[in-house]
Nanobody, 126 residues
Framework: VQLQASGGGLVQPGGSLRLSCAAS????????IAWFRQAPGKEREGVSC?????????YYVDSVKGRFTISRDNAKNTVYLQMNSLKPDDTAVYYC???????????????????WGRGTQVTVSS
């Protein structure tokens, strides 16, 4: 099982980035996938999660609602996180993780994840 996050970078406040999580070694369509982030000196935080069903039930932490959109393309074995209206507080290393089963727990506790990818750095700064 491998998860690889990519798409991070340096962006100005108000800008956008799209993160990708490429999955391999398992059937993506059987699992929910979550995005987490960790800023320096802070605990890892669940950002968003998408369940397996068509249309994918989605969940977001309050601080990103209305700005971030999670989606999945099972044919491409990839989950995306579109991040708009970025703020300096969004600066963090972003990780994708596989949920142990097909559906998200809305609060995204870390114990519900069984595999983690390497992170991608997102820096929001002018």
């Amino acid at each position: 099982v491998q998860l690889q996050a990519s798409g991070g970078g340096l962006v100005q406040p108000g800008g956008s980035l799209r993160l990708s999580c490429a999955a391999s070694g398992f059937t993506l369509s059987n699992y929910a996938i979550a995005w987490f982030r960790q800023a320096p000196g802070k605990e890892r935080e669940g950002v968003s999660c998408i369940s397996i069903n068509d249309g994918g039930n989605t969940y977001y932490v309050d601080s990103v609602k209305g700005r971030f959109t999670i989606s999945r393309d099972n044919a491409k074995n990839t989950v995306y996180l579109q991040m708009n209206s970025l703020k300096p507080d969004d600066t963090a290393v972003y990780y994708c993780a596989r949920v142990r089963w097909g559906y998200c727990v809305p609060t995204m506790p870390t114990y519900t994840m069984d595999y983690w990818g390497r992170g991608t750095q997102v820096t929001v700064s002018s």
